[in-house]
């Protein structure tokens, strides 16, 4: 059985298209990724998927149910702000969450004991959450979502903010609960996030899945592997230009673009070829292009979303806030 089924998922804000057609089947035990720019449509899918948002259309499916309140008794929703009253100890709020959950009076305790003890919150249980770290609030936040022991958590942007070391402890963590056979849906907008825990990820820009796989199989449709050039350290749009030009006449390369947001990098993706290095500094250095730096690497999750969108992830951001920022101003006018 699928744990989470999404089917040709709509929604859209007035004009704002948030999700376009989403689909998705995530098998039970996987660590399923959401991965794509801010504003792509993450957190609307995961709202919808968590009967927090009602879609224009589409189907939803979790477990084999599709009724709301069935829905619910099967997911746990962490959101990616951390919602905590500040005024209540970690044990105090887990009981009122309970209390929400409807969990029979007799075994809140125990329960709120287990997720005390899994997310290994015990030493904190009886201090005000109000002054837990940043870390020790987000493995509070998913205590909570662990209470009524659903079998698909859904989690936005759980790491985000986060220290290195509370990111590995809060990924330890969601490793151990796959491999006691509960599905995670994740969402990120860090690469190496999803990287390190996804089993399949989903890339999703402007409400679309652009591509859905491993991350291995993703990483292999890119094909060779991925040249970064920077002519100066930052060079001008024109000279960018200027080499692209120049380097898309030979035959090893694949595909070219402009990377504006690593000071005009020329970002290439070349056949597998252990000359390839010595063939571009060859080509570019008959037209008198100095070359500052040159790196090789083999392809990642965002050489993915360039070769799908055209764009990094980081550009697709900083469009996005462009977008945001101009559609402000447009209605203060
Ligand atoms: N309640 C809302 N009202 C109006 N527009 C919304 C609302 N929620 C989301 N949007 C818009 O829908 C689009 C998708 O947003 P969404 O939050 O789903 O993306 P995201 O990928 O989760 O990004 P983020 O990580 O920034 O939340 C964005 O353009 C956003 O501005």
Avoid at 67 to 75: C, D, G, K, P
Avoid at 170 to 199: C, M, N, P, Q
Avoid at 208 to 235: C, H, M, P, S, Y
Wanted: charge should be neutral.
């Amino acid at each position: 059985m699928q744990a989470v089924r999404i089917e040709n998922l709509k929604k859209a804000y007035g004009e704002t298209v948030a999700v376009d057609g989403i689909s998705l089947n995530v098998t039970q035990g996987q660590i399923y990724g959401l991965l794509g720019p801010n504003g792509a449509g993450k957190t609307t899918t995961m709202r919808c998927l968590c009967t927090l948002t009602a879609p224009d259309s589409g189907l939803i499916e979790v477990a084999g149910v599709r009724e709301v309140r069935a829905i619910r008794n099967q997911l746990g929703y962490v959101a990616q702000e951390v919602a905590l009253d500040k005024v209540l100890t970690g044990r105090e709020l887990l009981a009122f969450q309970a209390a929400l959950y409807h969990i029979p009076p007799r075994q809140i305790r125990d329960r709120i004991d287990s997720v005390l003890d899994l997310l290994q919150l015990e030493p904190y249980a009886d201090k005000l959450s109000g002054t837990y770290s940043g870390g020790l609030k987000k493995r509070l936040d998913l205590a909570a979502g662990l209470l009524h022991q659903p079998s698909v958590l859904v989690l936005d942007e759980p790491t985000v903010g986060l220290d290195i070391q509370s990111r590995i402890a809060i990924w330890e963590f969601l490793r151990k609960l796959r491999a006691s056979g509960v599905t995670v849906l994740i969402s990120s907008h860090y690469l190496e996030e999803i990287d390190a825990l996804a089993d399949r990820v989903a890339i999703i820009d402007r409400g679309k899945i652009i591509a859905e796989g491993t991350t291995n199989e993703l990483k292999a449709k890119v094909g060779g592997d991925r040249i970064t050039i920077r002519i100066r350290e930052f060079a001008e749009r024109h000279e960018a230009e200027h080499a692209q030009k120049i380097l898309q006449q030979l035959p090893i390369v694949q595909s070219i673009t402009i990377n504006s947001a690593q000071g005009n990098a020329v970002n290439l993706f070349v056949t597998p070829d252990a000359n390839a290095i010595s063939e571009i500094q060859n080509m570019l250095a008959a037209v008198d292009i100095s070359v500052f730096s040159l790196s090789q690497s083999r392809p990642s999750l965002d050489d993915v979303f360039l070769a799908a969108t055209g764009q990094t992830i980081l550009d697709a951001e900083i469009a996005q806030s462009e977008t945001i920022a101009a559609t402000k101003g447009k209605k203060k006018r």
